[in-house]
């Protein structure tokens, strides 16, 4: 469990970091670094479904008062997202591979399901071109870091035998 609480803490913290050095305007580099890292860590949990979905609540939590201001929005979003996580995990094994193709499935679902909301409660009008812009704003720095950190974390796994489900 060090392992994830490394992988979850870097990513959360990085995530902000992140966001303050890219800035906000920019079109190709929108970190979701804590949805990505919900994703590597899923194979530590062993089937353990349900502590990785009270990390998934609590990660949200964190994310919600931190980085939002909203309260329980992102901490039910990353509970669905885990979920999403688990189905993904039932028929793709976990290389590098698919790896990449969930962190593609899970970004996108993630950016849908917020947009969404935000549609729903009157914050944003709807307009495909901004919902689109969104969802493909966050794919290219995402995807790089999904797959650094899944290379770290298989290496450190390998090295000290930190059992993973495959």
Avoid at 81 to 98: D, E, K, Q, T, W
Avoid at 146 to 158: C, E, N, P, Q
């Amino acid at each position: 469990m060090m392992l994830v609480s490394v992988v979850v803490i870097l990513s959360f913290f990085l995530e902000g970091f992140a966001s303050n050095v890219v800035g906000i305007n920019t079109q190709l580099f929108t970190p979701l670094f804590s949805v990505v890292s919900l994703l590597i860590i899923y194979p530590y949990f062993n089937h353990e479904e349900g502590n990785l979905l009270k990390c998934c609540f609590a990660l949200g939590l964190f994310y919600d008062l931190v980085y939002t201001d909203t309260l329980i929005v992102n901490a039910c979003l990353f509970v669905v997202v885990g979920l999403f996580i688990r189905f993904l995990n039932s028929f793709l094994s976990n290389h590098m591979i698919s790896i990449s193709i969930m962190i593609f499935f899970t970004v996108l679902m993630y950016r849908i399901i917020m947009y969404a909301i935000l549609v729903v409660v009157g914050f944003l009008p709807f307009d495909w071109t901004v919902l689109l812009k969104s969802v493909y704003s966050s794919f290219l720095l995402n995807m790089i870091y999904g797959v650094i950190l899944y290379i770290t974390t298989d290496y450190f796994s390998k090295k000290y035998h930190i059992k993973k489900i495959d």
